[in-house]
């Protein structure tokens, strides 16, 4: 006989938020020809990290330090506040289930948008809170609705990502600002920020450290180019940021991954070349949906979400197409976002593999 | 108003489970000169692995695969068991705290010995769980006991380390094979065995990947010199294995550590080299300790645990001392073990630094 799973755990199914690539690889027999599908920067990291990843790796026989001290320091500087405001974890994903952790258990309501990131409502599910969900207004997360239904709920935790993913959409400084102004006293706005560095500058508002109604998350995953590295970090008031020390892994960060971080961090000139990339692909992927007659909303982000133009089943012909014919993408899991493919930024000849597979699928999800 | 963390939060304190080196170096002002207190394996990892690491800095832009596909199958075929029975993590300290997940609520009981890893009765109290502890006999776990308690208590966790950390003590597979035999049909019984490279062939009894009563957690961290990677495992009855799926951080292993984890498992030469360094480096640890009238327990993992033939605080004293001379060292935090130090071993110039440092650290000790 097995031991007892508590009850919450028997109510989990066993979906994973999301397939990976290379389980997609494996079903197909062949690997992908694009790998333009997960919001990964193949620009890769400054080459300044990599080599100090490089170096690192003779020293993995080392626990990396649990404070993260030189890190923690180095991104306060960076964003003008103290290290006891930063909290070094093992990606936004490890970040947001710590939140989770600190803050929800039995049915404890949350509020964020039906097809916003399914990762935080994998860890709200996996600690026992109720999730609301508010619709997208426009393509874009909603804040008003947002902050209506955490008051009609009660919400504890209010989640928002700026710049949106999987839209690309992108609220401005003063309308954030409102948002987290307006959060309730007694609940946390969780405002994602894995995508900021692609934003035009202004988009973030200021950080304001003494308030204690909101956390913003930050990542190495996306604009520095190190999502296999499983570090990101969030910028919190004080008293929140030193509670996760209460549940937290403390040895749990790769000490590879925290000097690519460190190197990563320094090379700010590569950060600026990455961002005028990532901004000379997004208008090259508009010019080929353009070409097909496809509408590509305006992204701040390093992705472009298509408008594929009919349903939810036309988009998902048109994607299953598009992997048919290697090339990895994903879509907006809800409708009627769902109309949309989802195209990360890549190299020309990246792009090149998308617009030659483009046209095909339109045509097979055509004639399907 | 800050937002209110859950109940079982504010009951948590904001201690952790141990101080890293290097904190205790910056607080010094000056670094360690023999790091041989974290049970590291200073020899490093293979040089196949060092290898794969550094070939896999440059992809660290993408996410690790989150089945971990290739690293489960070499575990599966090195174990003899299915890829379905393993579960690859953040290290034995990640896994340990998704059992408590899946397993502790409120009040839920767990045993373990007073002295055992303190990393799992963070993880427990953390969970909710409340812990209940034996103690040890004769400088061992007492698998006898720790049965006892756990059907006084209706343990749903039974904590065991073999070989034991850190007493470096072992029991042989008869008698964890009858702990496994006489775990109760409702509890789990943790079986720890992070050093077990380290100790005589046969020690691990075989597995019986049918029992979902047992679950065996390995690591890259100590005999694999990868520690500073993050990367373990647990070996599990499919059931449970498959369970971690409900609340593991799918994406969270970081892709350079799978990379490494899957050279050093290939590279059994280098593993059989560096277990004979430790047999080396234990005796002659054990020697150094005889030079100045110590006795060295015996000891089947990477460290020494060496009796100073007094109390705790004389023992706290000695330790004192090494770390005031630049020897980065630990010892067992409960009496009567706490009599002893703990010394992981080390290379030859470590060791040396030890030699020299321990006559002045036991004569401190007297005349404090």
């Known amino acids: 006989m097995p031991p007892p799973f508590i009850d919450l755990v028997k109510t989990l199914p066993a979906s994973v938020p999301f397939v990976g690539p290379e389980t997609q690889e494996r079903q197909m027999g062949k690997p992908f020809r694009a790998r333009i599908g997960a919001n990964e920067s193949i620009f890769g990291p400054s080459p300044k990290a990599i080599e100090a990843m490089r170096q690192a790796a003779s020293d993995a026989w080392m626990y990396c330090d649990p404070e993260n001290h030189d890190l923690r320091h180095a991104l306060a500087a960076h964003h003008g506040v103290s290290p006891d405001n930063i909290v070094v974890g093992e990606g936004i994903d490890g970040l947001l289930g710590l939140t989770c952790r600190l803050f929800l258990t039995d049915g404890i309501p949350v509020v964020t948008s039906a097809g916003a ?7 709200v599910a996996g600690f026992g809170g109720t999730l609301n969900t508010v619709p997208y207004r426009d393509d874009c997360e909603d804040p008003d609705a947002l902050l209506d239904a955490a008051n009609e709920h009660g919400a504890r935790l209010i989640y928002i990502a700026n710049p949106d993913n999987p839209m690309g959409t992108v609220h401005d400084a003063e309308t954030i600002q409102r948002m987290i102004d307006n959060t309730p006293k007694d609940a946390l706005l969780c405002l994602d920020e894995a995508y900021i560095e692609f934003a035009d500058d202004g988009t973030a508002p200021a950080i304001d450290i003494d308030n204690p109604n909101v956390i913003r998350y930050r990542t190495f995953s996306k604009a520095y180019g190190m999502a296999g590295a499983r570090i990101g970090y969030a910028i919190a008031e004080k008293n929140l940021a ?31 070349a990455i961002q005028q990339k990532v901004i000379d692909a997004r208008a090259k992927i508009s010019d080929i949906a353009a070409a097909h007659g496809l509408h590509a909303l305006p992204s701040q982000t390093n992705f472009v979400t298509i408008d594929c133009g009919k ?42 593999i998308f617009a030659d597979a483009l046209p095909k699928a339109l045509m097979a999800a055509e004639t399907e």
Chains 1, 2 share one sequence.
């Open 117 to 123: 990131y399914p990762t935080f409502n994998f860890h």
């Open 242 to 272: 030193v509670a996760f020390n209460k549940v937290r892994n403390h040895f749990g960060v790769n000490r590879i991954a925290k000097a690519g971080a460190c190197a990563a961090l320094a090379d700010q000139a590569y950060l600026k």
């Open 311 to 352: 349903d939810g089943d036309f988009a998902r012909r048109v994607l299953g197409s598009l992997i048919d014919q290697g090339v990895f993408a994903r879509m907006p899991g809800v409708a009627p976002m769902d109309r949309c493919i989802r195209i990360t930024v890549g190299r020309d000849e990246d792009l090149a």
